[in-house]
């Protein structure tokens, strides 16, 4: 079991940058692989990236490629989604994932422990 502790997502602007962080106090945060998924509204949850336990591999929906970084601190049990060049296309509650999967999860599933969620708004 791990608990993952979202802050406050945000407004941001047509081509400007947010930044999400994602915290696992108190857990063994190295053993999993973490994502990010979004749920835009009227849509289902997606995949948007991910990071292995390792921290050296990502991999990344199409949509986000080139825009968005996830990069990961162990010694802080967090991770991180730098997006860049945001479009209103993007404005969506985020949600951070765990995996104890033997590699990153790109599809919603009750495996994947879950963040409560954080609101992205991206205006135009």
């Known amino acids: 079991q791990v608990q993952l502790v979202e802050p406050g997502g945000g407004l941001g602007q047509a081509g400007g940058s947010l930044r999400l962080s994602c915290a696992a106090p108190g857990s063994a945060f190295s053993y999993y692989h973490m994502g990010w998924f979004r749920r835009a509204p009227g849509k289902e949850r997606e995949f948007v990236g991910g990071i292995r336990r390792s921290g050296n591999i990502m991999q990344y929906a199409d949509f986000v490629k080139g825009r968005f970084t996830i990069s990961s601190d162990n010694a802080k049990n967090t991770v991180y989604l730098q997006m860049n060049s945001l479009i209103p296309e993007d404005t969506a509650v985020y949600y951070c994932?765990?995996?104890?999967?033997?590699?990153?999860?790109?599809?919603?599933?009750?495996?994947?422990?879950w963040g409560q969620g954080t609101q992205v708004t991206v205006s135009s």
């Open positions: 994932a765990a995996s104890a999967a033997a590699a990153i999860t790109t599809t919603p599933n009750a495996d994947l422990y």
